[in-house]
Nanobody
Framework: QVQLVESGGGLVQSGGSLRLACAAS????????MGWYRQAPEKQRELVAA???????NYADSVKGRFTISRDNAKNTVYLQMNSLKPEDTAVYYC??????????????WGKGTLVTVSS
């Protein structure tokens, strides 16, 4: 069994910063790509940022230069540093990871999400 647990969401004023964390636990053998997605009310879920096991990163155009994704492989944790937040960044942020378990099965896992609200 594998779990992803996000933390760090909350309410922040426009221009402020938040740092999200997502810790993976359970019967993990390897973690490949990890990423953050978000879903705003009445909108589709979208990729915010992703990072490979080797550290290569990819960002949505809307967050480039403001958000930074990183990971600590020893802690099975991925982070999202969000700076210069805007009201349009308000959404539920979900952690995603491609994980191979000790049973040698590889699957796509999701956290339950953490709410980020940016006030104007």
């Amino acid at each position: 069994q594998v779990q992803l647990v996000e933390s760090g969401g909350g309410l922040v004023q426009s221009g402020g910063s938040l740092r999200l964390a997502c810790a993976a636990s359970g019967s993990i053998l390897s973690i490949y790509d990890m990423g953050w997605y978000r879903q705003a009310p009445e909108k589709q879920r979208e990729l915010v940022a992703a990072i490979t096991s080797g550290g290569s990163t990819n960002y949505a155009d809307s967050v480039k230069g403001r958000f930074t994704i990183s990971r600590d492989n020893a802690k099975n944790t991925v982070y999202l540093q969000m700076n210069s937040l805007k009201p349009e960044d308000t959404a539920v942020y979900y952690c995603n990871a491609d994980i191979r378990t000790v049973l040698a099965a590889t699957g796509d896992y999701w956290g339950k999400g953490t709410l980020v609200t940016v006030s104007s």
